[in-house]
């Protein structure tokens, strides 16, 4: 199954971590960022507050300054008498001693100066070649019907007047302090107004006081009267033309309208402003100036407050993408180092499947769990190699083994002897053998079965060297028992402490006297069938397993009619032993059967139809215990 | 080579087409309103920049008005040839012997009104007793006095004059005020119409017509087409600027500025928005322009009892308007 990309650890690997930490960075800087912007708004407008309140009491206390003029002049009048010569003097002087004050006059009532003057107005004002007078009030001015002089008047109390332009239409801004001096009527009622005195003074001050505000790089700061008049303002079209609210309605701006009624009626303030004012969004700070009630206000657009921690957290972000870039690179790197070593095991594995085990995992030099796994899968390839030689071993082993056996079943003078052992190993501990027996006749045959205890490997060397010493004894001379009992000591030498024995049925069948010897050593007892009376006997006797006593004598036991037809059946316990997959044992029955029912075959036939019982019975199940057996069956017909 | 010249030939032949089809010179006229240039007079702005009145044969020079000169004294003493002004100063100056005929009858209502704040405790006209008014003198006093007179109550009078400060520092409770002028710059000045108190003269039986074009009854019997030429014109500037009310405020922008009067265009456009309101109400193209006998008999009226005049002159001295 080739590995697609999307699913190999380095691409998972690299994606959540930079995943993460994406999230992790976008959290950290977004709740800093927006927190610092709080901070900054915050600081923004304490010191904005602290700039307009400070300069708005500056220019109060200018304000405060110039209302004692007036306020000199009306005290100095009341308490005094004066002639139009004193009088002038006096302005004169108050104009002189304050530089502040641009003009004074003191305007009479029609006859309040002398009776049939109708108007008196001496004012003197600053010009560049000095101090200058004139009569205020001419043909082309009325100033009966000025603010200057009409509002104290009605009002009976100084006030500030609206500013306007010292010349028609541009010059210099001013605005009037108007005093009113009252005196008692006649009769004592009412106060009557017999004059007002009126200083007037320029704002130039007050326009470069509110331009030298520092208020950042777009910041600025204007003035409004209590009317909300622009009265000095960066743009200078819209000064004593528009009024804050005359901008709302042109602009149809209708929160600017409510921001300038209240910077009219509160103390101080800090709103956001919209764009108007600046053409882009932004704050204002307010600050009423107490004595003419007009206000202050301090504009700064917002990106401008922002700036600066906008262009920290550019450079912030732009370090954190750096930052996730080279996470990327480093992360996708270790992971793909970790992932190489268990490519290149996967592929070792590919070739051991394919059986090439000659593989080379020495280029994994590291010394974490994936090292560990690298090692551990070239000490099992290792190990594989020597399974492998080892299996070659046996199966060489085996080779040698089934050459031990008979290579092909007898048929002597009438006789048919046929044999077939399974092991359940590549070796194993079953045996039987076909010998010639003493001289070398070929009518005396010995037929041996036996069972090493265990199988494997152990046992079959054992096997192989009771085979070769039975075969060496038998071919000596000596009754079968005694032959058994030779082999019998050889073994018991062999097998010393090893605790190892082997079973053994000898039997010699004499091929012309129809004779039967046999030894019991242990092994299970032969069986007999006779087909004519359809009836099966035993070949018994007594005797323990070879390889155990070295002094046991063994019996040899007789029987000398082995007639036509008859079958002999000889068996390591395996055959019965043999289990289903039930955990059912076999049992001698269905053999016993099998034999019956093939007893006019042959040899062969009977072995191959017992095995096929077998493995029938046994179906997939693994064998426990090797299966050796051997018939031996008379077809030779007796001439009567 | 060719079509250049017959460009030329074109060119220089077309002037003088001109001249030997136009059947007399251009007229040389003046009109001078009764204020400053703002949108009030934007009919005669636009018909002069539009060339309205070149068209109509007249050479138009409009006049700059002002507090300090009356536009009928400026026509009286022959400064200028046409003038606009109110109905009922005009037909007090024809009782005093000026004569003067109304040539066309621009205001049909009457804008006047009085602007009181709610908080001096004035909601109803009943309200104004024991009240100090700031009112303008002259005729502008004619439906007030009725108005205190009709319900009964006795304020203090203060003369008001061209500022709205009187009002604004709290001099007085009430101030007279025009709808389409003062009344907005109270406004921009901070006040809400929810904190005031208003009172339409028109509302209350005191409803007259206010500008109206005129000029010397010698002038109109001289050249009478001359002036129907003038008040047609006048009257399409009027049209105009109602239905082009951008590119009006602009040019009245111009004209103000030349001035000096430091207004602005939020203020123009509220002007000349409520002008279409009491020139053609309830848009009646059919009134523009004319004087109905009814509403001069009517302003009569207001005017015998307010003490200004003893008789009324005959509509049709006065009158010389279209029907």
């Known amino acids: ?640 | 080579m060719r079509k250049p010249l017959i460009l030329l030939f074109l060119i220089l032949w077309f002037p003088s087409v001109n001249t030997v089809f136009a059947e007399t010179p251009l007229k040389k006229v003046s009109l001078i309103p009764q204020w400053i240039p703002q949108a009030s007079f934007a009919g005669y702005i636009v018909a002069l920049e539009k060339g309205f009145y070149l068209e109509a044969g007249i050479d138009l020079t409009l006049h700059e008005g002002g507090p300090d000169k009356s536009s009928f004294a400026q026509v009286s003493a022959g400064k200028a040839t046409f003038c606009s002004g109110w109905l009922a100063y005009a037909i007090a100056q024809r009782v005093s012997g000026l004569r003067v005929v109304n040539l066309a009858q621009i205001i049909q209502r009457s804008a006047l009104m009085l602007v009181a704040r709610k908080s001096s405790g004035i909601k109803r006209p009943k309200d104004f007793n024991g009240k100090i008014v700031g009112l303008w003198e002259g005729q502008w006093r004619v439906q007030p006095r009725i108005f205190f007179h009709k319900f009964d109550v006795k304020v203090r009078i203060v003369p008001a004059y061209t500022s709205m400060n009187l009002f604004l520092k709290g001099g007085v409770d009430a101030i007279t005020a025009m709808w389409y002028n003062e009344y907005h710059k109270i406004l921009n000045s901070g006040l809400n119409p929810d904190e005031l108190s208003l009172f339409f003269f028109s509302d209350f039986g005191l409803n007259m017509p206010e500008d109206g074009l005129y000029c010397m009854e010698e002038t109109f019997k001289a050249d009478p087409q001359l002036c129907a030429r003038f008040v047609q014109a006048s009257l399409k500037g009027w049209l105009y600027a109602f239905n082009h009310e951008d590119e009006t405020v602009e040019l009245v922008m111009k004209h103000a500025d030349a001035a000096h009067t430091g207004t602005n265009r939020a203020h123009q456009r509220w002007m000349l928005t409520h002008m279409k309101a009491l020139i053609m109400p309830e848009g009646d193209k059919n009134r523009l322009g004319k004087l109905r006998p009814e509403d001069y008999t009517h302003a009569g009226q207001l005017l015998k009892e307010s003490g200004m005049i003893d008789r009324l002159p005959r509509f049709d001295d006065f009158y010389v308007g279209s029907q």
């Open chain 1, 1 to 640: 199954m080739r590995l697609r990309f999307s699913n190999s650890i380095t691409f998972k690997m690299t994606l959540l971590v930079l995943g993460f930490t994406s999230l992790v960075f976008a959290l950290v800087l977004g709740y800093n960022y927006s927190y610092s912007r709080k901070i900054i708004l915050e600081e923004a407008e304490m010191k904005a507050r602290n700039l307009t309140l400070s300069v708005a009491n500056k220019i109060e206390q200018e304000f405060r300054a110039v209302t004692k003029v007036p306020q000199h002049l009306v005290s100095f009048l009341k308490t005094n008498d004066y002639n139009k010569m004193t009088l002038n003097r006096i302005i004169r002087e108050m104009v002189a001693d304050n530089p502040e004050v641009f003009g004074s006059v003191v305007g009479f009532e029609s006859n309040a100066f002398e009776k049939g003057l109708q108007s008196y107005s001496p004012y003197y004002y600053r010009t560049r070649n000095g101090i200058k007078y004139l009569q205020l009030g001419s043909a082309s001015y009325n100033y009966f019907q000025r603010d200057w002089y009409h509002l104290p008047k009605v009002l009976k109390e100084p006030l500030w007047i609206e500013p306007y332009f010292h010349r028609r239409g541009g010059g210099i801004i001013m605005t009037t302090y108007s005093f009113p001096l009252l005196e008692r009527a006649k009769d004592g009622a009412a106060t009557k107004v017999k004059a007002i005195v009126s200083a007037d003074i320029s704002l130039e001050w007050l326009t470069w006081l509110v331009a030298s505000m520092r208020l950042g790089r777009t910041g600025y700061g204007f003035i409004m009267s209590d009317i909300g008049t622009i009265v000095t303002h960066p743009r200078e079209e819209w000064i004593m033309r528009q009024s804050i609210f005359s901008l709302a309605e042109e602009y149809g701006d209708s929160r600017l309208r409510q921001i300038g009624r209240a910077m009219i009626r509160e103390e101080s303030g800090f709103v956001e402003l919209g764009s108007t004012l600046t053409g882009e969004d932004a704050f204002i700070a307010y600050a009423r100036i107490p004595s003419p009630g007009w206000s202050l206000g301090a504009v700064f657009p917002r990106s401008e407050i922002f700036e600066d921690v906008c262009v920290l957290y550019e450079r912030t972000v732009l370090l954190a993408g750096l930052g996730l870039v080279l996470l990327l690179i480093v992360s996708a790197l270790m992971a793909r180092s970790m992932a190489r070593p268990l490519l290149q095991m996967s592929e070792a594995t590919r070739r051991v499947v394919r059986g090439d085990l000659d593989i080379d995992l020495s280029g994994i030099r590291r010394k974490d769990e994936v090292g560990q796994l690298a090692q551990a899968f070239a000490r099992m390839v290792a190990g594989l190699q020597e399974r492998e030689r080892m299996q070659q071993s046996l199966n060489l082993a085996k080779e040698v083994q089934q050459n031990l056996l008979p290579k092909s079943n007898l048929k002597v003078n009438g006789f048919d002897i046929a044999g077939k052992s399974v092991y359940c190993d590549e070796t194993g501990g079953d045996y039987y053998d076909f010998i010639s027996i003493g001289d070398n006749d070929k009518q005396k045959i010995g037929v041996a079965i036996g069972d090493v205890s265990g199988h494997g490997i152990s046992s079959a060397l054992l096997m192989a060297t009771v085979r070769s010493s039975l075969r060496q004894r038998a071919s000596l001379t000596g009754n079968i028992a005694k032959i058994i009992s030779d082999v019998n000591r050889q073994l018991v030498q062999d097998v010393e402490d090893s605790g190892q024995f082997m079973t053994m049925f000898f039997l010699a069948l004499d091929t012309a006297t129809r004779q039967l010897e046999w030894v019991r050593a242990g092994h299970d007892p032969g069986i007999v069938y006779d087909p004519g009376s359809d009836s099966f006997s035993e070949l018994g006797g007594s005797g323990i397993a070879l390889g155990v006593d070295a002094e046991w004598v063994y019996e040899d036991n007789k029987k000398t009619d082995f007639s036509n037809g008859q079958i002999i059946f000889l068996s390591t316990d395996g055959v019965w032993e043999a289990r289903n997959k039930k955990g059912e044992m076999l049992g001698k029955k269905p053999i016993l059967n099998a034999i019956r029912q093939n007893s006019s075959s042959d040899a062969t036939q009977i072995i191959d139809a017992i095995f096929d019982i077998l493995n029938k019975f046994i179906g997939e199940v693994k064998i426990e215990d090797d299966i050796t057996s051997v018939v031996i069956k008379n077809n030779k017909f007796e001439k009567l």
